[in-house]
């Protein structure tokens, strides 16, 4: 579950030439989030995208963070919340776990796809990336 910011918290993030916009805010599920080597997404994500009323997608970064809360089911203190770059999956230092409500809040600074990740040991990723191949000796 996530809750969803309002579109009148995020009017005042992003901003033109000190004027500010109309937007559409719209969050989706995604099932579109890969493993990486250092973390591991938990089933599925949420793409958040910001368009303009003309229907423009807004890609710059906000003037100021944005809080999103991912909710989870269950105990699971290692879980951290990240967003997607286009390499890798990227954790915010600043996010709050809520054990008590179940949820962690990360502060983002642009849309994208957001998920709740697990951090992937040594032991885990060294063999689920090792490849064996047979020596010759002559």
Known sequence: MLHVIQERQIT????????????????????????T??????????????????GKEITDKFSKNVAVSLRYVGTNSSLQAGYLTTDAWRTDSTSTHDETA??????????GTYALLT????ANTATSNSHYLPIIVK
Do not use: C, M
Not at 13 to 30: A, F, G, R
Not at 102 to 111: D, L, W
């Open 12 to 35: 005042n993030v992003v901003s033109t030439k000190s004027q500010q916009l109309q937007l559409q805010v719209i969050v989706k599920p995604t099932s579109d989030v890969p493993l």
């Open 37 to 54: 080597y250092l973390y591991t997404p938990l089933n599925y994500g949420y793409s958040i995208a910001l368009y303009e009323t003309s």
């Open 102 to 111: 179940n949820q962690i809040t990360v502060h983002a600074s642009r849309a």
């Open 119 to 122: 951090a992937n040991t040594v």
